[in-house]
T-cell receptor, first 116, second 114 residues
Framework: GAVVSQHPSWVICKSGTSVKIECRSLDFQATTMFWYRQFPKQSLMLMATSNEGSKATYEQGVEKDKFLINHASLTLSTLTVTSAHPEDSSFYIC????????????FGPGTRLTVT | AQSVTQLGSHVSVSEGALVLLRCNYSSSVPPYLFWYVQYPNQGLQLLLKYTTGATLVKGINGFEAEFKKSETSFHLTKPSAHMSDAAEYFCAVSAGGGGNKLTFGTGTQLKVEL
């Protein structure tokens, strides 16, 4: 159990376009999901906390108008990178919090975004 | 605020040798501590966690870690390395539970040599 998927696993887009990344908890309901960004050979940096039915909470320095997060259901959160630029190229990873006040997060396999 | 320091961005061991990956944390509240493993181009897999109680925690794949409050450390060990252990390892801390946001260390790349 506790499987989190991401789609797509990799995407290439042109500069100026938008791209949507989906994060799904397949076998549990997650009221809270997290979005991370990872540059090559670096650690994960939390971008935002996504709460079902409410606005996401963004970390300092993350542009909320550029990285749109929608947590429309208990099993799906989406991250849309708007007007993408080459510097947005990165590995994006989501995680979902196990329900019921637990302390565990389960991570998706990540999405490799390349902006040309 | 929390922070994590992982000493040694690269660690190399021989197959069968002891694995020791170091992690020190800073937290203003009792921490929850985690070790994750990441294989190339994949997400993170939880190895083990410390929340409360027993300070020596055992995880998957033969790994274990000991929470030492006096040293603010949570080092990861495995008695005998296997080739399949080669990966990136991240230590993470959460204040008030792992369900809250995690702060990750910079990671340690483990290489296992024959």
């Amino acid at each position: 159990g506790a499987v989190v998927s991401q789609h797509p696993s990799w995407v290439i887009c042109k500069s100026g376009t938008s791209v949507k990344i989906e994060c799904r908890s397949l076998d549990f309901q997650a009221t809270t999901m997290f979005w991370y960004r990872q540059f090559p050979k670096q650690s994960l940096m939390l971008m935002a906390t996504s709460n079902e039915g409410s606005k996401a909470t963004y970390e300092q320095g993350v542009e909320k108008d550029k990285f749109l997060i929608n947590h429309a259901s208990l099993t799906l959160s989406t991250l849309t990178v708007t007007s993408a630029h080459p510097e947005d190229s990165s590995f994006y990873i989501c995680s979902a919090r196990w329900p019921g006040g637990s302390y565990e997060q389960y991570f998706g396999p990540g999405t490799r975004l390349t902006v040309t | 605020a929390q922070s994590v320091t992982q000493l040694g961005s690269h660690v190399s061991v021989s197959e069968g040798a002891l694995v020791l990956l170091r992690c020190n944390y800073s937290s203003s509240v009792p921490p929850y501590l985690f070790w994750y493993v990441q294989y190339p181009n994949q997400g993170l897999q939880l190895l083990l966690k410390y929340t409360t109680g027993a300070t020596l925690v055992k995880g998957i794949n033969g790994f274990e870690a000991e929470f030492k409050k006096s040293e603010t450390s949570f080092h990861l060990t495995k008695p005998s390395a296997h080739m399949s252990d080669a990966a990136e390892y991240f230590c993470a801390v959460s204040a008030g539970g792992g369900g809250n946001k995690l702060t990750f260390g910079t990671g340690t790349q483990l290489k296992v040599e024959l």
